[in-house]
């Protein structure tokens, strides 16, 4: 059994506040150590429930690779951070740690989608949030994803799109910067169980398919630029629907996620 484990850093239990990343800085060192115990607990009840090889994508670089779980590799944070540009093939389960709600949810720790500037995303008309579309990104794979950690927003959001999947809810919001948090043992233990109990019922679970051809809108808060939508309008795959809101075109959701992010890939199947 091979588990892929894809990381955020904003539902973290004890981050409040966006990414302060400093390198080197008591800050930083603080917020490294607590992303990386959440990861080695999700890398630990991977092993429990028999995983072969575990791979952890980096949403954030937020990871101590010098913490890091050995059993485990790594592939750290550099945009695009996109399936293709992470090795997402081969894969059997998707667990997700340190996930946030999208974007204008009103109790959810840090809420956005992709950046604090995009009111919405909608990928064939479903709203989705970043774990709602990384869960269509692995159906285009071929697996499912089983569990997610983060706040108690994220958790109810995937719950919601994928039906009776395992949650670890490590804190509870009030708004965006407002939560009551677990104590990092607490939610290490919590991520641990929640993960070894999802890739014991693995069978249980479905690949999340979008049927092609995909539409991935995205909507800003302000306008688009001028210089950005005059380019949009001239790519191909792409189209400017008014000031605020841009369609990328793929055969798959990775594909337009992949278009949306500025490559020009093509999935290879």
Request: charged letters at 20%.
């Given at each position: 059994?091979?588990?892929?484990?894809?990381?955020?850093?904003?539902?973290?239990?004890?981050?409040?506040?966006?990414?302060?990343?400093?390198?080197?800085?008591?800050q930083d060192v603080w917020q490294r150590?607590?992303?990386?115990?959440?990861?080695?607990?999700?890398?630990?009840?991977?092993?429990?429930?028999?995983?072969?090889?575990?791979?952890?994508?980096?949403?954030?670089?937020?990871?101590?690779?010098?913490?890091?779980?050995?059993?485990?590799?790594?592939?750290?944070?550099?945009?695009?951070?996109?399936?293709?540009?992470?090795?997402?093939?081969?894969?059997?389960?998707?667990?997700?740690?340190?996930?946030?709600?999208?974007?204008?949810?009103?109790?959810?720790?840090?809420?956005?989608?992709?950046?604090?500037?995009?009111?919405?995303?909608?990928?064939?008309?479903?709203?989705?949030?970043?774990?709602?579309?990384?869960a269509m990104e692995a159906g285009d794979y071929g697996f499912p994803m089983v569990m997610i950690s983060g706040d108690l927003a994220a958790c109810r959001e995937i719950q919601e799109l994928l039906g009776d999947i395992e949650i670890a809810p490590v804190k509870t919001g009030y708004d965006a910067h407002h939560c009551e948090c677990l104590s990092p043992t607490q939610a290490r233990a919590l991520i641990r169980e929640k993960t070894r109990t999802a890739l014991a019922r693995l069978g249980d679970f479905q690949p999340f398919r979008v049927a092609g051809p995909v539409e991935y809108v995205q909507r800003l808060y302000a306008p688009y630029g001028e210089e950005a939508r005059k380019r949009y309008a001239e790519l191909p795959h792409t189209e400017v629907l008014d000031e605020h809101t841009v369609l990328f075109r793929g055969q798959n959701v990775v594909e337009a996620f992949a278009r949306r992010c500025g490559l020009d890939y093509t999935w290879p199947g």
């Open positions: 059994m091979r588990v892929l484990i894809v990381t955020d850093l904003e539902g973290v239990s004890g981050i409040i506040d966006w990414d302060k990343h400093e390198s080197r800085t008591p150590e607590l992303m990386t115990g959440e990861v080695n607990a999700a890398i630990a009840g991977a092993f429990e429930a028999g995983a072969t090889a575990v791979k952890v994508a980096e949403g954030h670089n937020a990871i101590d690779i010098q913490l890091l779980d050995e059993r485990a590799t790594l592939v750290p944070a550099f945009y695009p951070a996109v399936p293709p540009l992470q090795g997402w093939q081969g894969f059997d389960a998707l667990v997700e740690v340190g996930k946030h709600a999208m974007a204008g949810t009103p109790d959810g720790v840090l809420a956005h989608t992709g950046s604090k500037s995009v009111e919405f995303v909608e990928i064939n008309g479903i709203r989705v949030g970043e774990s709602g579309g990384e």
